[in-house]
């Protein structure tokens, strides 16, 4: 079935590091692809979506590419801040509404 | 506006008790899908609701059950609660029900606890 994997965490950074995020997923067809955002006490957030394979989605410094080859959409970003302690879940959903999460990496950027 | 509004913010409940949460969707969007978050887990589809009938499922016992109103808003019920019901109960809104470009956006979600 459809299911999404992600790097387990928690993971910590100094501010300015880089950051990755591994995602892979297993599908039947061909999904869109999402970063979704959760701060403490709040809903999810889109962070970017690739539609199709070769996309690039991004948003506020944050970068993913959509490797059918890979099945993979791991998030980068070149430094992070510690505004970005979150945590990040990798999504699949195909044209109906229903999405398919991975279980989340907690990100804590330390000063 | 006022985006995706999910009440209560937080509930107690007991086993076996019944429970409703409910969720205004963000203006303009008809379309109501919610979702359960287990502790320390991503988001699991419950159900979706589209023109006041329930569209697709995912994969949860009967004891879920929901309804839209004309309104667009939605009520999430859950019967014969068990401790395992415990989670952030989320509702996200779209406007319709397929396409690639619709997103959805998501409430700030209510924190069932089932003792």
């Known amino acids: 079935g459809d299911s999404v994997t992600q790097m387990e965490g928690p993971v910590t950074l100094s501010e300015e590091a880089f950051l990755t995020i591994n995602c892979t997923y297993t599908?039947?067809?061909?999904?869109?692809l999402f970063w979704y955002v959760q701060y403490p006490g709040e809903g999810l957030q889109l962070l970017l979506k690739?539609?199709?394979?070769?996309d690039k989605g991004s948003n506020k410094g944050f970068e993913a590419t959509y490797r059918k080859e890979t099945t993979s959409f791991h998030l980068e970003k070149g430094s992070v801040q510690v505004s970005d302690s979150a945590v990040y879940f990798c999504a699949l959903r195909y044209t109906g509404n229903q999405f398919y999460f991975g279980t989340g990496t907690s990100l804590t950027v330390i000063p | 506006d006022a985006g995706v509004t999910q009440s209560p913010t937080h509930l107690i409940k007991t086993r076996g008790q019944q429970v409703t949460l409910r969720c205004s969707p963000k203006s303009g969007h008809d379309t109501v899908s919610w979702y359960q978050q287990a502790l320390g887990q991503g988001p699991q589809f419950i159900f979706q609701y589209y023109e006041e009938e329930e569209r697709q499922r995912g994969n949860f016992p009967d004891r879920f059950s929901g309804h839209q109103f004309p309104n667009y808003s939605s009520e999430l019920n859950v019967n014969a609660l068990l401790l395992g019901d415990s989670a952030l109960y989320l509702c996200?809104?779209?406007?319709?029900?397929?396409?690639?470009?619709?997103?959805?956006?998501f409430g700030p979600g209510t924190r069932l606890t089932v003792l």
């Open positions: 599908a039947t067809g061909y999904p869109s």
């Open positions: 996200a809104s779209s406007a319709g029900t397929s396409g690639l470009y619709n997103e959805q956006f």
């Open positions: 690739a539609t199709k394979a070769d």
